[in-house]
């Protein structure tokens, strides 16, 4: 029988990732291929991780929210919209496409509220591709997956100087 080793983060939170680390690898190459999935269909870096960062913010993962931020930032993303992102429906700072993508990207993370749903899926319908789609629903599937590890796992975010 294989020995099993409990990484045990702060707050006796278990880390899921390090103590399953089969299924996390798994969960990585999901999410390598959804991101080449992505970049095939044409959506460019700062839209899929304005997806990550809209997800992450309505589950509240600060981990998730840390570490695609600063991807964003590295792809060219300003803070101006990265501000504003959970008002994004109140500013003209967010292309059709961009607001399109959000609004599917929060019906995947809340697929109990059916007339958001459907709104959002009519919108997406109206300025993505069916591979534009299915690549954004991929996109927010995976990182509401992380998202799920990170919180219940109470993974830390450290000053940017201990990184």
């Known amino acids: 029988m294989a020995e099993t080793?409990?990484?045990?983060?702060?707050?006796?939170?278990?880390?899921?990732d390090k103590q399953s680390p089969d299924a996390y690898r798994a969960l990585t190459a999901t999410a390598e291929a959804v991101r080449a999935v992505?970049?095939?269909?044409?959506?460019?870096?700062?839209?899929?991780?304005?997806?990550?960062?809209?997800?992450?913010?309505?589950?509240?993962?600060?981990?998730?929210?840390?570490l695609h931020t600063r991807a964003a930032l590295r792809a060219g993303e300003t803070t101006q919209r990265l501000g504003v992102l959970p008002a994004w429906r109140d500013t003209e700072l967010f292309t059709p496409r961009e607001r399109a993508a959000l609004a599917l990207a929060e019906a995947t993370t809340h697929p109990a509220d059916a007339q958001a749903q459907s709104t959002a899926y009519t919108l997406a319908r109206s300025v993505l591709s069916d591979d534009e789609i299915s690549?954004?629903?991929?996109?927010?599937?995976?990182?509401?997956?992380?998202?799920?590890?990170?919180?219940?796992?109470?993974?830390?975010?450290?000053?940017?100087?201990a990184r």
């Not at 991929?138 to 109470?154: D, P, Q, Y």
């Open 5 to 16: 080793v409990t990484t045990v983060a702060t707050g006796g939170r278990v880390y899921v």
């Open 38 to 66: 992505a970049a095939q269909a044409g959506l460019d870096r700062i839209l899929v991780e304005l997806v990550n960062i809209r997800v992450s913010q309505l589950n509240a993962c600060a981990f998730c929210l840390d």
């Open 135 to 161: 690549a954004v629903i991929w996109v927010a599937i995976t990182i509401n997956a992380f998202n799920r590890v990170s919180v219940l796992s109470k993974h830390p975010v450290r000053p940017a100087a």
